[in-house]
């Protein structure tokens, strides 16, 4: 086993991205995110985007999962052999990418990208599947790694409003490479239950890193509350108590 992949199991790796246009759409503040994450305990780092993974790659000293979003077509992780290699090359030790049947933009097939960012660059490679079939796929084509990142993100599987556990499980029983738990982790609870389902390691992106969405979380939970009358309310309470 790789030793950087023996450091991840049943361990945290913490996905530090920002969506562009927002307040924290920085290199420098993922940095300090990662650093934060590493901090906490996290035993990896993911990361999107060339600048973000040149600059955590310098200041943490953790494997570091990287990939590079790029396009409107369906594959857009890591789409083609040039972006895995440019990943590879910023610094990233395991480069993310699309892992799925869908075609490629380059019109490589998975397994030659794959075998060329082996060769060329050294770096292991995760697949980033959607199902079943696609994670088997993917482990014969050469992929160290194999996650669930993609359930419920194609045209043709489910978006559940929690992790896809029952992937997790499928996969670890199918194929002889870590299943990486990835998507909709919202808990510690989530966490280990992916752990118990069979996952090397649980990646966590959102309910970590992501203060926008976390506060929608809170602001809608809210929300629905009715608030609780007062005392002050009740001009009937008030004076009912007056008389005790």
């Known amino acids: 086993m790789n030793k950087l992949i023996e450091q991840l199991r049943h361990r945290l790796v913490v996905s530090c991205q920002a969506y562009p246009g927002e307040p924290m759409r920085s290199p420098d503040t993922m940095r300090r995110v990662a650093l934060a994450a590493a901090n906490g305990g996290a035993a990896g780092i993911r990361a999107q985007g060339l600048a973000d993974i040149a600059a955590i790659r310098g200041a943490v000293d953790l494997p570091l999962i990287g990939l590079w979003k790029d396009g409107d077509d369906d594959v857009f992780i890591t789409p083609t052999l040039e972006h895995a290699l440019s990943v590879a090359r910023a610094g990233a030790h395991i480069v993310a990418l699309d892992g799925t049947a869908r075609p490629r933009p380059d019109g490589r097939t998975l397994a030659e990208t794959i075998a060329a960012v082996h060769q060329l660059t050294g770096a292991l490679v995760m697949a980033d ?3 079943l079939a696609e994670g088997i796929d993917a482990a014969a084509a050469g ?8 359930s419920g993100y194609t045209a043709y599987t489910s978006k559940q409003p929690g992790p896809d556990l029952d992937l997790v499980a499928r996969l670890a029983t199918a194929v002889d490479v870590p299943v990486v738990a ?10 280990a239950q992916a752990l118990r389902a069979g996952a090397w390691t649980v990646v966590v992106g959102t309910a970590i890193t ?11 939970a809210m929300a629905n509350v009715a608030p609780t009358p007062r005392t002050s309310d009740n001009p009937a309470a008030v004076e009912a108590k007056l008389w005790l």
Do not use: K, Q
């Not at 990835?182 to 966490?191: D, K, L, N, S």
């Open 143 to 150: 992929a160290d790694l194999v996650g669930t990142t993609l």
């Open 182 to 191: 990835e998507g909709r982790i919202h808990t510690p609870a989530h966490a």
């Open 210 to 220: 992501h203060p926008s969405t976390i506060t929608g979380w809170f602001a809608a």
């Open 129 to 131: 599947c959607s199902t």
